[in-house]
């Protein structure tokens, strides 16, 4: 599986952002997709994954502000993020697993893509 993410930029504080992210290769539409993000000089930290039945999860920090959702169609992935704060600002990778804990997991992951910056100033 290939995933190529994109989307990201410099915002103002209570901006907006849309990540997107396909998956490419031996992709089924039944993986779970997911959002991680990795700021400087910290681990990488769960954000929001769907699952191929469309429920969602997000990490306390986000809920409220952030919303994945996906095209099937397109084997696609979406980070849509509101309200964005400086403590947003990190490298977001786009991953994909075959279990909805595993979307979850940093180290339970099964493919990533490569990271795409998102820098949020005050």
């Known amino acids: 599986v290939q995933l190529q993410a994109c989307g990201g930029g410099l915002v103002q504080a209570g901006g907006s952002l849309r990540l997107s992210c396909a998956a490419s290769g031996r992709f089924f539409s039944n993986y779970h997709m997911g959002w991680f993000r990795q700021a400087p000089g910290k681990e990488r930290e769960f954000v929001a994954a769907i699952g191929w039945s469309v429920s969602s999860t997000y990490a306390d920090s986000v809920k409220g502000r952030f919303t994945i959702f996906r095209d099937y169609a397109k084997n696609t992935v979406y980070l849509q993020m509101n309200s964005l704060k400086p403590e947003d600002t990190a490298v977001y990778h786009c991953?994909?697993?075959?279990?909805?804990?595993?979307?979850?997991?940093?180290?339970?992951?099964?493919?990533w893509g490569k990271g795409t910056l998102v820098t949020v100033s005050s």
């Open positions: 991953a994909v697993s075959s279990g909805i804990n595993e979307i979850q997991d940093a180290n339970a992951v099964a493919y």
